[in-house]
């Protein structure tokens, strides 16, 4: 994967950066200017104005710029598909007890677990609004269409959760490769990739009958994205990553690496594994997660995520040629493409 321009990652983050200015006012307008202020507005403002990628938002306002539509059509959209987003990541550091959140303390770690989840739920029904006022700009068919398309996203990604967070439960051990795809496709791919393609698409007249061809590209890119963020839970570095390393096999999801772990392990050190799973996350303890991280690297289980994060970028990459084939040549079709590089080279 290689691109002609030395300087392809600087120019992303730019057009990345830019954006994610759009979004972020759009998310910032939506909240409330009333009380509760400092039990529910303070504390959701200062969530939404942490700097995070805001990869959703800009594939939905690049799809719909690379394709001729007007992206102040999509603003509003793209801002709901950010909030909802960031109702996930709230309710979901309290499901997985995380401590951090974009290099600063999650919300129920700040503000207790009973403030954060009605944060959350108040983003969602800020995201519902959000989109309510798409009609006068797009009309009561395409803003009821794009209602569809967040009902399905919202489905498909608690499902995929729901899958997650059950295997933690059951102390699943028998899980597959196959297993870890199909949680992401619903967990990350639907609501992280393919739907802000198509709602992008969407707003730029795109008949909803074409719409498919960005599932594939969607699935893959979604999946480089999501084992690539299983690695750097591994091995990154906390200040660029912004959450605690290691935080995944503390919690003991099943990522592919974790997969491939147990499937190598023989042994006592398997059993050894076995039972670190089959404790509650207070009773893990660092020095285990270093020595599995150990295992992980002996046993080419690092190294096996990479090569997979790499191998679903390639089909990204040529499922973009098919998604993208009727979007002329731009800088947002530019940006889409260099997207997938950055799935696998980025840090955080």
């Known amino acids: 994967m290689t691109d002609p321009d030395p300087a392809w990652e600087r120019e992303l983050l730019l057009q990345l950066t830019q954006y994610r200015e759009y979004s972020t006012r759009g998310m ?7 009380e509760p202020r400092r039990y529910l507005y303070d504390p959701l403002s200062e969530h939404l104005s942490r700097i995070g990628k805001s ?20 603003v509003n959209s793209a801002s709901a598909l950010e909030m909802l987003h960031n109702a996930f990541l709230v309710h ?109 698409a969407l707003i730029a007249g795109v008949a909803p009958g074409n719409l498919e061809r960005f599932h594939r590209f969607g699935f893959y890119l979604g999946l480089a994205f999501q084992i690539q963020d299983d690695l750097l839970n591994l091995s990154g570095d906390r200040s660029k990553y912004g959450k605690e390393i290691g935080g995944d096999l503390l919690e003991g999801k099943r990522t592919l690496m974790l ?9 006592g050190d398997r059993q050894r594994l076995m039972d670190f799973l089959a404790r509650p996350r207070p009773g893990r303890e660092q020095g285990e997660v270093e020595w599995i991280l150990e295992m992980m690297k002996a046993l080419g289980g690092l190294d096996y995520g990479r090569a997979a994060s790499r191998h679903f970028a390639e089909a990204a990459l040529f499922e973009f040629e098919q998604a993208f084939a009727y979007a002329g040549d731009s800088e947002h079709k530019t940006f889409i493409h260099r997207i997938i590089r950055y799935m696998i080279t980025r840090d955080q």
């Open 55 to 74: 990869i959703r938002p800009a594939l939905c306002i690049a799809t719909c710029q690379a394709h001729g539509g007007d992206p102040a059509r999509a």
């Open 259 to 267: 997969i491939h772990l147990l499937r190598n392990l023989r042994g």
């Open 92 to 200: 979901d550091d309290i499901e997985d007890d995380s401590e951090y959140r974009r290099g600063l303390p999650t919300m129920h770690a700040q503000h207790g677990i009973a403030l954060a989840v009605n944060a959350g739920d108040m983003m969602n029904a800020l995201s519902v609004r959000m989109l309510r006022q798409n009609v006068p700009t797009l009309g009561p068919e395409l803003s009821a269409r794009i209602l569809e398309e967040f009902d399905h996203m919202l489905i498909e990604s608690l499902e995929g959760q729901a899958m997650e967070l059950g295997w933690i439960r059951d102390n699943r051990v028998d899980i597959l490769d196959d297993d870890y795809l199909r949680m992401a496709l619903k967990k990350t791919c639907w609501y992280s990739f393919i739907h802000p393609c198509r709602i992008g």
């Open 28 to 34: 910032l307008d939506a909240v409330p200017r009333r």
